[in-house]
């Protein structure tokens, strides 16, 4: 696959195309350890030709580590399949202005009777891929390598991280995978792998043959995060230590050791690996 451009700017088609409600946002901050986490979060857009921005509804992880490291990789896909990737700098937020009123004018936010947008965030655009299509037949060739590496291949041994509904959801073919890891320069870059699957109950594996020169960039060692999606707003965060590239069955593949798998998903979103002890309620 030919190397994405880097653009400083988007287009007004851009901006046009990456404001509809319905679409798929991911935002990649970094942790105060240093580590990489994703978040997926359908309200962020384009909004200026050097600026992005989304919605706060609810709380959650991704907003204490851009008010602690400003530093996001971002992707936005539309309907078409159409992805835009790149990286960007949190910079304020607002509870007025024109971002403000159009998401709340957005049926999911207008309608509804709990909550809305009370905060809008703003990030500066570092750069940006450009629109490209997700190439589905590349990718259904990786994940057919994928499935064949990880069939033949010796499993290692190891306590068990992965439960198996974790497993049946990154192992199903249909269910988008991005991988993100924070660059030498500090920014979360995130990369589509929809090929990943669970090699065993504690290692994920992906081709290399899409998104190939992306992928070699991952340096052997590093901590890596695969945010696992399904179009029914199902997801799953796993990160862990990347062990590098190597050869399965004849394909070269990289591999991810996981020890840490997070819930995104309401009502109760939470740490589920490692486990953590049950406490008892005492004040109400």
Known sequence: MEPMASLTTFSDDDIRRTQPALKIGLLATVTPQGLPHVTMLSTLMACAPARLSFGQFTEGMSKMHLLANPRAGFMIMDLDRTLWR????????????????????????????????????????????????????????????????????????????????????????????????????????????????????????????????????????????????????????????????RRMAGVRVGVLQVDWVYNPMPPVPGQVYPARPLEAVREF
């Not at 068990?160 to 993100?180: C, E, H, I, M, Q």
């Not at 870059?189 to 998104?211: E, G, N």
């Open 86 to 245: 790149g990286t960007a700098t949190w910079t304020d937020t607002a509870r007025q202005g024109p971002e403000y009123e159009y998401y709340n004018n957005v049926p999911m936010f207008r309608y509804n009777a709990y909550f809305g947008v009370h905060t809008v965030y703003y990030l500066d655009l570092v750069r940006q891929t450009g629109r490209h299509p997700l190439p589905m037949n590349r990718i259904i060739l990786a994940a057919v390598q994928t499935m064949l590496a990880r069939g033949l291949a010796r499993k290692p041994g190891g306590p068990p991280v992965l439960n198996p509904w974790t497993r049946g959801f990154l192992n199903k073919l249909d269910n988008l995978k991005f991988l993100t890891y924070v660059g030498e320069d500090g920014y979360p870059v995130i990369i589509p792998a929809i090929q990943t699957q669970c090699l065993d109950d504690r290692h994920l594996v992906f081709s290399t043959s899409v998104y190939t020169e992306e992928l070699l960039r991952i340096p052997a060692g590093a901590s890596l995060a695969a945010f696992g999606l399904a179009l029914t707003m199902e997801d799953v965060l796993t990160r862990g230590t990347f062990l590098g590239f």
